[in-house]
């Protein structure tokens, strides 16, 4: 089952008050590499997140946004007594007056920074909050792991119908291959006779026959033909596998390049050549499609 690397997954939550959004976005890269982006005072679960997406991705470039929001209560609140203290100590010192300032307003105390300490997320909270957080990360990870199958079928689906084209154009070079050969020792038996006869010389058959077989070494195939079938098998194989293989499938993929490309120096014949080109741009079609399967 390949799996894409690009796909989107997101969840929402909200209990007792907390509310928590995770996004996860993903895009092909050689290796695994999470960005994480959460809401102030949760950046420290950075270490906990990978984790959890290692479970679900093998590779790729991960964006994971947090969202976590608390709603407030009169309990959150608390007056920071050493800081207010510290305001009344100096305005003392300023008015010459002690004790209670009547004419500040207990508004204009409250409003100065620090005087009250707002609800924030601790680290004893944060390791309350985390199954929670946890479980909406896991199911973002599962809607995307729902899109990235998806996507993968159809890539199978591609990467297989491209396959095929290869198994073809490789049948036909096959059938081909004993036919150059041949067509080789009448082009030269003609060119040969065509020259001699003029100047009154009379090639030998010995001669014809050596020189054939110099060409027929030079541009057999047949070892050639045998691992090109065999590396379609192996990447018909990774794509029936329970696992996403993209290196594999990346692997065999540029065998199969090497080996085509070495069937079109070697055979010598331009309908052979034509079919090496059709395998070729299948080849690069599956090469450039692999490189966003997992």
């Known amino acids: 089952m390949l799996l894409s690397m690009t796909g989107h997954g997101e969840a ?37 997140v990978e984790t959890v997406v290692r479970q679900h991705v093998r590779r790729g470039s991960i964006q994971v946004n947090l969202r976590v929001e608390r709603e407030a209560t009169a309990g959150d609140y608390r007056l920071n007594e050493q800081v207010l203290a510290g305001y009344l100590s100096q305005l003392e010192k300023v008015t010459g007056h002690k004790g209670p300032q009547h004419t500040l307003l207990p508004a204009m105390l409250l409003s100065l920074p620090g005087v ?32 990235r199958s998806a996507e993968g ?33 009448t082009r030269l038996t003609e060119r040969l006779n065509k020259l001699l006869n003029d100047a009154g010389v009379e090639v030998q058959p010995t001669d014809i026959i050596r020189e054939v077989g110099i060409f027929a070494e030079r541009s057999d195939i047949a070892e050639e033909i045998v691992r090109l079938r065999s590396h379609l098998e192996q990447f018909e194989s990774f794509l029936a596998s329970d696992e996403s293989n993209g290196r594999k499938l990346e692997f065999v993929t540029q065998e199969m390049f090497r080996e085509t490309n070495t069937i079109g120096s070697k055979a010598n014949d331009a309908q052979i050549a034509r079919h090496v080109i059709e395998m070729k741009s299948a080849i690069e079609r599956m090469r450039e499609m692999i490189q966003n399967v997992e």
Do not use: C
């Open 116 to 147: 009250i300490r707002e609800p924030g997320s601790g680290a004893a909270q944060i390791e309350s909050e985390w199954p929670i957080i946890e479980g909406v990360i896991v199911k973002a990870l599962q809607h995307l792991q729902q899109m």
């Open 153 to 185: 079928a159809s890539m199978a689906a591609d990467l297989a119908e491209n396959a095929q084209v290869i198994a073809r154009e490789l049948a036909a070079v096959e059938s081909r291959s004993p036919l150059v050969v041949e067509a080789y020792r």
């Open 12 to 48: 929402h939550h909200h209990q007792d008050g907390m509310s928590v959004a995770a996004e996860v976005r993903t895009i092909n890269n050689r290796y695994l590499k999470l960005s994480f982006r959460a809401s102030e005072g949760y950046q420290s679960l950075e270490t906990p």
